[in-house]
């Protein structure tokens, strides 16, 4: 159900340029924008209109989307890029880029300046989310934003509205935190079970089903008890969304000492094995095994 | 499929009574004894023959099955009540007790000399996972004595074999260990994201399904969003269990940072609430929120 919603996507890199196809499959009249021009002039074959800049992307645009690096780039696209100074009254700004929390709200005024709409709409489920149309999209913002917006972020996904401006990027953090911490346990357990002479494959194997049972413990669990650490999600992006949920937390006067312990073992095992997978969290635990018990 | 094994329980509580009647649902000859007479009568009903002792309950058991409530019980009711003097060789003594890892070996050890076998196979899933058949089963031992007490331990649940003696107990504690601090992990996450200004049970249906999903999201998560903390899981069961796991770990050389900053907390909840459920851990990270951020 396209609904004649004309959509602007901002940013069609590896997460950008599936969610760009799903919308074209549902039957958007969909332009696209990207800084590396040829990654938007691929999506000409599958029926986009290539725009040359932010504001020709964003001019005759009901929903602009955007899947941006940070908020630093967002901003520079959005406003100095010119494409908030083209879109229409009554337009909507999806912004489905993770940045932080004081710089969603603050797009969010900006653009109501303009008599534009923002919905803050970071999503979790990666590159395979992106292409199966399963994202999980936290969204901050207005009902009625939400509800113009629905019909677009349902095609890439399952759109939640979680409460106003910012609860979107809250949402993704809370997220992270709970996604860092939880491998943390399971590469703590499962350390632990090896070094006092259980067989970790077959322990973790016993929890799952049980109250200890998780996503992380199926996936990363999985690759913990193989020893396979090739990066899906890298530990530098884990830390920065770490750093990114303290930050938040600590303005909002919340405790994070879970993030806490997690950020310090997560910066040790970058320090000591550079850029692996998040599950690479065993090895820095397993480094802490005494060698003499 | 009884295939004619003669089963002695010790222990008929709240994990005890249900586990029996299900043995003999699945067809075996079962004999019951608990220190509170009456509630191994009340399964007289269901087929049990009743023992007057522990040292009756096993004189003609195949496989004794033990539930009680601590190392200490157990090796009163086998050394000290008789038990496994009255053991013919070749049985099979199954503790599904949750015991320290040091008893549970010691206790394998003393029976071996009596030429019995020890199962350490504590259990996950409480009283609703003892009633319904589906108790997750964590075996230490041999893979002989894991092949004789199957297809009674199959009876209540699904049981593997993790490794020799002492791996049960070591599975059960990391199974508590990932328990205890993915508790947390949400706990903190929830609190986080109502204190940043996101509704918790909006953050919480869009955590479900992706990465960050687990069953304590589902379930403890749950009672945190609706301030439902009645006892399930006492708070005092979860200490004892990290403090077994502390000491565990520190026996292997493995370090146990989440463990230690989950039996701090929980430490904390309990002095401050009283014996509330695991998901209090919740109200102990509320209480540290800022009240003016």
Redesign the interface.
């Known amino acids: 159900m396209a609904e004649g919603l004309r959509i602007g996507v901002l940013g069609t890199g590896l997460m950008g340029a599936p969610m760009a196809r799903n919308l074209l499959r549902a039957g958007f009249a969909v332009t696209v924008w990207n800084r590396t021009a040829a990654k938007a002039a691929a999506l000409a074959a599958d029926g986009a209109r290539v725009a040359a800049d932010p504001a020709a992307c964003a001019a005759e645009a009901d929903l602009v989307v955007c899947m941006l690096e940070n908020g630093a780039v967002v901003g520079a696209v959005l406003f100095d890029g010119g494409a908030a100074a083209a879109l229409r009254p009554g337009a909507v700004v999806a912004d489905m880029s993770s940045i932080a ?1 004081d710089e969603a709200r603050d797009h969010a005024a900006r653009l109501a300046g303009l008599g534009v709409a923002h919905l803050d709409a970071p999503v ?2 990666g590159t395979v989310g992106a292409e199966a149309a399963s994202l ?1 999209i ?1 969204c ?1 913002g207005t009902e009625p934003a939400f509800a113009r917006a629905r019909p677009a972020l349902e095609a890439m996904g ?1 759109p ?5 401006s ?2 979107g990027q ?2 993704k ?3 992270q ?3 860092a ?2 491998i ?3 590469a ?6 090896e ?5 970790p494959g ?2 973790r ?3 799952t ?9 199926e ?1 990363h669990g999985g690759r913990m008890v193989a020893r396979d650490f090739a990066t899906r999600g890298k530990t530098s992006s884990q830390i920065k969304d770490l750093v990114n ?1 303290l930050r ?2 600590e ?9 806490d ?1 997690s950020l310090g ?1 997560f910066r040790d095992l970058l320090a000591a094995d550079g850029d692996v997978d998040h599950s690479g969290l065993w090895l820095e ?1 397993r480094r ?6």
């Not at 070094?195 to 067989?199: E, I, M, S, T």
């Not at 303005?251 to 993030?259: D, I, W």
């Not at 802490?288 to 018990?293: D, E, K, L, N, Q």
């Open positions: 929390v979790s489920g999980s936290m901050g399952r939640l509205l979680v409460g106003p910012g609860a809250i949402a953090l809370a997220n935190m709970v996604v911490s939880t943390g346990a399971v703590e357990a499962l350390v632990f079970a070094a006092a002479g259980a067989d077959r322990v194997a016993a929890l089903g049980g109250f200890a049972d998780s996503r992380i413990l996936l949920a938040a937390a303005a909002a006067g919340a405790p994070a000492p879970y993030a312990l073992l635990l802490r095994v005494a060698s003499t018990p």
